[in-house]
Protein backbone atom coordinates (compact mmCIF):
# COMPACT_ATOMS: atom_id res chain seq x y z
CA UNK A 1 0.00 0.00 0.00
CA UNK A 2 3.14 2.16 0.12
CA UNK A 3 2.99 2.83 -3.79
CA UNK A 4 -0.57 4.21 -3.60
CA UNK A 5 -0.21 7.65 -6.15
CA UNK A 6 -3.93 9.08 -5.15
CA UNK A 7 -2.60 11.47 -7.70
CA UNK A 8 -2.63 9.11 -10.23
CA UNK A 9 -5.65 6.90 -8.80
CA UNK A 10 -7.88 10.31 -9.54
CA UNK A 11 -6.32 10.77 -12.92
CA UNK A 12 -7.30 6.94 -13.80
CA UNK A 13 -11.13 7.57 -12.59
CA UNK A 14 -11.29 10.76 -14.30
CA UNK A 15 -10.11 9.28 -17.29
CA UNK A 16 -12.51 6.43 -17.32
CA UNK A 17 -15.17 8.77 -17.04
CA UNK A 18 -14.31 11.42 -19.79
CA UNK A 19 -13.97 7.82 -22.15
CA UNK A 20 -17.25 6.64 -20.66
CA UNK A 21 -18.88 10.25 -21.41
CA UNK A 22 -17.05 10.22 -25.09
CA UNK A 23 -18.99 6.44 -25.90
CA UNK A 24 -22.36 8.12 -24.27
CA UNK A 25 -21.97 11.28 -26.38
CA UNK A 26 -21.15 9.19 -29.65
CA UNK A 27 -23.88 6.68 -28.79
CA UNK A 28 -26.46 9.31 -28.61
CA UNK A 29 -25.12 10.44 -31.93
CA UNK A 30 -26.11 7.40 -33.62
CA UNK A 31 -29.44 6.70 -32.03
CA UNK A 32 -30.32 10.07 -32.79
CA UNK A 33 -28.87 9.71 -36.56
CA UNK A 34 -30.36 5.70 -36.37
CA UNK A 35 -34.46 6.98 -35.19
CA UNK A 36 -35.73 5.99 -38.27
CA UNK A 37 -34.54 2.82 -38.83
CA UNK A 38 -35.33 0.87 -35.80
CA UNK A 39 -33.84 -2.11 -34.40
CA UNK A 40 -32.76 -2.83 -38.01
CA UNK A 41 -30.10 -0.31 -37.22
CA UNK A 42 -26.81 -3.05 -36.38
CA UNK A 43 -26.19 -4.65 -33.00
CA UNK A 44 -25.68 -1.68 -30.86
CA UNK A 45 -29.35 -0.17 -32.32
CA UNK A 46 -31.34 -0.71 -29.33
CA UNK A 47 -28.18 0.47 -27.31
CA UNK A 48 -27.79 3.35 -28.87
CA UNK A 49 -32.12 4.59 -29.12
CA UNK A 50 -32.03 4.16 -25.76
CA UNK A 51 -29.28 6.55 -24.94
CA UNK A 52 -30.60 8.79 -27.04
CA UNK A 53 -34.07 8.89 -24.95
CA UNK A 54 -31.99 8.87 -22.09
CA UNK A 55 -30.16 12.31 -23.21
CA UNK A 56 -33.60 13.63 -24.23
CA UNK A 57 -35.02 13.09 -20.89
CA UNK A 58 -31.72 14.68 -19.31
CA UNK A 59 -32.37 18.09 -21.38
CA UNK A 60 -36.12 18.14 -19.91
CA UNK A 61 -34.86 17.40 -16.39
CA UNK A 62 -31.95 19.93 -16.81
CA UNK A 63 -34.28 22.80 -17.94
CA UNK A 64 -36.98 22.01 -15.34
CA UNK A 65 -34.14 22.40 -12.79
CA UNK A 66 -33.40 25.25 -14.19
CA UNK A 67 -36.54 27.00 -13.55
CA UNK A 68 -36.70 25.65 -10.16
CA UNK A 69 -40.15 23.42 -10.78
CA UNK A 70 -38.25 19.63 -11.42
CA UNK A 71 -40.22 18.28 -8.86
CA UNK A 72 -43.46 19.97 -10.08
CA UNK A 73 -43.37 18.87 -13.56
CA UNK A 74 -45.09 16.25 -14.83
CA UNK A 75 -44.64 13.94 -18.10
CA UNK A 76 -48.10 12.97 -20.77
CA UNK A 77 -47.13 9.65 -19.62
CA UNK A 78 -47.57 10.80 -15.53
CA UNK A 79 -50.77 13.00 -16.82
CA UNK A 80 -52.26 9.90 -18.76
CA UNK A 81 -51.49 7.70 -15.17
CA UNK A 82 -53.28 10.32 -13.54
CA UNK A 83 -56.55 9.66 -15.89
CA UNK A 84 -56.33 5.83 -15.30
CA UNK A 85 -55.88 5.83 -11.65
CA UNK A 86 -59.26 8.35 -11.43
CA UNK A 87 -60.83 5.87 -13.90
CA UNK A 88 -59.91 3.10 -11.63
CA UNK A 89 -61.26 4.31 -8.32
CA UNK A 90 -64.25 5.22 -10.73
CA UNK A 91 -64.89 2.25 -10.85
CA UNK A 92 -64.22 0.64 -7.29
CA UNK A 93 -67.05 3.51 -6.26
CA UNK A 94 -69.33 1.74 -9.22
CA UNK A 95 -68.62 -1.87 -8.59
CA UNK A 96 -69.43 -1.01 -4.39
CA UNK A 97 -72.26 0.50 -5.08
CA UNK A 98 -73.18 -2.55 -7.11
CA UNK A 99 -72.57 -4.52 -4.65
CA UNK A 100 -74.17 -2.61 -1.88
CA UNK A 101 -77.65 -2.60 -4.01
CA UNK A 102 -77.09 -6.66 -4.95
CA UNK A 103 -76.44 -7.42 -0.74
CA UNK A 104 -79.46 -5.43 -0.60
CA UNK A 105 -81.78 -7.45 -3.22
CA UNK A 106 -80.17 -10.74 -1.59
CA UNK A 107 -80.91 -9.42 1.69
CA UNK A 108 -84.91 -8.61 0.44
CA UNK A 109 -85.63 -12.02 -1.43
CA UNK A 110 -84.07 -13.86 1.63
CA UNK A 111 -86.29 -12.32 3.76
CA UNK A 112 -89.56 -13.02 1.62
CA UNK A 113 -88.60 -16.25 1.41
CA UNK A 114 -88.47 -16.93 5.20
CA UNK A 115 -92.14 -15.24 5.87
Known amino acids: MADFD ?37 ADAFT ?9 EKARLKEQIAFGNADEAASPADARLAEVRFEVAELRG ?14 HVMAGKGA
Open 94 to 107: ALEQMRTTLDAMAA
Open 48 to 56: DGFMAMVAE
Open 6 to 42: PMKFFALWMFTHDQADDLMVQSVQRGRAGADEGMSGG
